[in-house]
């Protein structure tokens, strides 16, 4: 052989080598990495936990199919991120499975504090044969063909009005048509003591977003007291902001200077999410929004000079809601009390006592008079309810629907006309479903640049036998 073509062809089976392994290991153009294998083994999957090579025969005789099989403990395994000049911003995931539970796969160490999950198998939804119209991540089932798109749905008043009847969810909540009279300007300002975190809700209704936000810190327990302040659109964070800690970290039950956090967003208007993730070690003292519609999912009132000594003197808060129950949980056994609730007093004797103020909640309550009214004197409780929570009655507004059917295994299918959510029904070919996933994935990484999955069954009630999950083929993309 010609030495020349000798070494030409060297050269370019080694540069075939660097580009291959430059793509792989860097991902210079972007692509981030592609982790597929088909069971019983891969070298891209380290560390797969709780699986079982077992031998099956498939529809095709005399032919092995081989898959793994899931106990009731969840599989889990890491994939490493390699170096690219563009960070991963989603999970491209591919599956091919057999089950009959509920059957998910999440990410357990995205920076983003909210463990990222998706559903693949739905066992209840699968089964439906009503027509269905899939846009972005949103599936709408019909039982009988009304609407022909989401958006012609989701902006029915008839629908929302009526607070949900006739309407299950998966995965999603549904946000009421807010009412043109209920958007006029105003001010929201608590003036009361919340202890740890809480998650609010507010209808920006002028394009621009304005939150003032203090904290002051117990210093009863070691460790940093951060409050993180995230708020999120559609299930999609729009900011993130943090208060640090007041620089005490032991419990010395130190009181230091109160801490304050401004925030200014220019945003599309509607209904946002906030959620203060705070500590048990820290209090919000004040919350100032330039926007009047503010609801809360639960409160911890610490409104009590003799448990919280940065409170100045006992308040009377008073919070108005349209559910007809209400879960009260007390913060230390010492402030047993009673709570008036319309006028009716109730006494708070154990640390976890439920209250039903009438039969059902006030579904599609038409005007702010309809509102139960709970007055809390000495404080030092928390108040849950099936709906939500509001500190003045103009700041009322129910950003989802409260009596929309959660769906489950047991949910009676008949009961409903629509069902909307976060799945789409899986396709099936040779005994087989197949479905097609898409994981988003925040901007941050831990140190060690891995993302850890989990597969898992739902149905942690059903005996080991029966809670069963088979995976043939499982492929993912990080982009």
Avoid: C
Wanted: proline share 3%; glycine share 4%; no cysteine.
């Amino acid at each position: 052989m010609d030495k020349q073509k000798f070494r030409t062809g060297l050269i370019i089976i080694l540069s075939a080598f660097f580009l291959v392994f430059l793509l792989k290991s860097f991902s210079p153009l972007g692509l981030k990495a592609i982790y597929s294998f088909k069971y019983p083994g891969s070298g891209f999957i380290k560390n797969v936990l709780n699986l079982n090579t077992v031998l099956d025969l498939g529809e095709i005789k005399d032919q092995e199919i081989r898959y793994l099989e899931l106990d009731n403990n969840k599989a889990t395994f890491s994939l490493v991120i390699p170096p690219s000049p563009r960070p991963v911003s989603k999970a491209k995931i591919s599956v091919d499975f057999k089950t009959d539970k509920e059957a998910k796969i999440d990410i357990n160490n995205d920076l983003s504090d909210e463990t990222k999950v998706v559903t693949f198998f739905e066992p209840t939804i699968q089964g439906l044969l009503w027509d269905s119209v899939t846009e972005d991540k949103l599936t709408l089932y019909q039982k009988n063909k009304k609407y022909i798109d989401i958006d012609s749905f989701l902006n029915d008043p008839d629908i929302t009005s009526s607070d949900g009847k006739g309407v299950g969810l998966y995965n999603y909540k549904i946000k009421p048509v807010i009412k043109n009279s209920d958007l006029s300007n105003g001010f929201f300002e608590t003036n009361s003591k919340l202890r740890g975190g809480h998650t609010l809700y507010t209808y920006v209704s002028n394009n621009k977003l304005e939150i003032n936000i203090s904290k002051i810190d117990l210093n009863q327990y070691q460790g940093s007291d951060t409050v993180d302040i995230v708020g999120s659109y559609n299930d999609e964070d729009t900011f993130r902001e943090t208060i640090e800690d007041d620089g005490i970290d032991d419990n010395s039950n130190r009181k230091t200077q109160t801490q304050e956090k401004f925030i200014e967003k220019i945003l599309e208007n509607g209904i946002y999410k906030i959620l203060i993730d705070a500590g048990i070690d820290s209090v919000i003292t004040d919350i100032k929004i330039n926007q009047k519609l503010v609801v809360f999912d639960r409160l911890f009132l610490v409104d009590n000079p003799v448990i919280y000594p940065i409170a100045d003197d006992y308040k009377i808060n008073t919070i108005y809601t349209d559910s007809g129950k209400l879960s009260f949980i007390l913060g230390h056994e010492s402030q047993k009390q009673n709570v008036k609730i319309n006028n009716n007093v109730f006494e708070i004797d154990q640390e976890n006592k439920s209250v039903n103020i009438n039969q059902n909640s006030i579904a599609g309550y038409k005007t702010l008079s309809e509102l139960n009214v709970i007055e809390s004197q000495i404080n030092d409780i928390e108040i849950h309810s099936e709906s939500v929570l509001a500190l003045g009655k103009e700041n009322f507004f129910k950003p989802y629907l409260t009596s929309a059917t959660v769906i489950s295994p047991s949910t009676d299918i008949n009961s409903l006309d629509y069902i909307i959510g976060k799945y789409k029904r899986a396709t099936e070919k040779d005994g087989w479903y197949h479905q097609d996933l898409e994981i988003p994935i925040s901007p941050d990484f831990p140190e060690d640049n891995k993302l850890d999955f989990s597969i898992y069954t739902n149905d942690k009630s059903a005996s080991r036998k029966s809670n069963w999950l088979k995976l043939k083929n499982l492929k993912i993309t990080l982009e």
